[in-house]
């Protein structure tokens, strides 16, 4: 064997070395690639598998990726309010002032622990229990 046959299988040897590193690394990216959406076959899926492919076109990666942006950041949507708040009817301010000097001057000089302080203890609805006695 001759050196320039002996250079030249040394040329080829380094060619198919670097080559056989190449495919060794493609198949590593696309193992990889593969991983992402292992053991999953549907729609999303494949264009997921599509658009993350650098091996793909630029304008067919763009368009999976357009097509499955919503699977993967879902739109906000209407939430009902934490709170069920209901506004009170307004009450001028002369019948609570009225109701008020009512309660005031029917507590005046009575002790702690008197059961008609409890008829005197206002209602969600502004009105007192002592007033269900004057109704009738």
Do not use: C, F
Not at 2 to 22: A, F, N, P, S, V
Not at 28 to 57: F, P
Not at 84 to 113: C, F, I, M, N, S
């Amino acid at each position: 064997m001759t050196d320039t046959e002996k250079d030249e299988r040394e040329r080829l040897i380094g060619l198919l070395t670097t080559k056989l590193q190449e495919t060794v690394d493609e198949n590593d990216r696309l193992k990889a690639l593969v991983k992402l959406t292992e053991g999953v076959d549907d729609a999303h899926s494949t264009l997921r598998r599509i658009y993350l492919n650098e091996a793909e076109s630029s304008n067919a990666r763009i368009k999976a990726a357009q097509a499955s942006i919503n699977y993967e950041k879902s739109r906000l949507e209407n939430v009902p309010p934490a709170l069920e708040l209901t506004a009170k009817p307004v009450e001028d301010l002369a019948t609570v002032v009225h109701r008020r000097r009512r309660r005031q001057v029917a507590l005046e000089g009575r002790l702690e622990g008197d059961p008609e302080l409890k008829r005197w203890i206002e209602r969600e609805d502004g009105s007192y229990p002592a007033d269900d006695d004057t109704a009738g």
